[in-house]
């Protein structure tokens, strides 16, 4: 059984929040992701899924973004 994670994806080129709702506009349509919030003055996005990390990279790099980093979220504020 596959349970949901969430994690933290740090990507460069998020510049607005037009590029900000792209991103998780994109990670939604994916099946395995329940949730997706994007901050471009951070340059994170908090996801909630069950995909591997790869996909989640993939997805986002689709969209326009290179990803620095994805990380386990801890606590509320990642």
């Given at each position: 059984?596959?349970?949901?994670?969430?994690?933290?994806?740090?990507?460069e080129?998020?510049?607005?929040?037009?590029?900000?709702?792209?991103?998780?506009?994109?990670?939604?349509?994916?099946?395995?992701?329940?949730?997706?919030k994007?901050?471009?003055?951070?340059?994170?996005?908090?996801?909630e899924?069950?995909?591997?990390d790869?996909?989640?990279?993939?997805c986002?790099?689709?969209?326009?973004?290179?990803?620095?980093?994805?990380?386990?979220?801890?606590?509320?504020?990642?």
């Amino acid at each position: 059984m596959m349970f949901t994670m969430k994690k933290v994806i740090e990507v460069e080129d998020m510049c607005c929040k037009k590029c900000a709702e792209r991103a998780e506009k994109k990670l939604l349509l994916l099946g395995g992701v329940s949730g997706a919030k994007a901050n471009f003055k951070k340059g994170v996005i908090f996801v909630e899924s069950d995909l591997p990390d790869e996909a989640l990279a993939s997805c986002v790099e689709d969209a326009g973004f290179k990803v620095k980093e994805i990380r386990p979220r801890k606590g509320i504020f990642g």
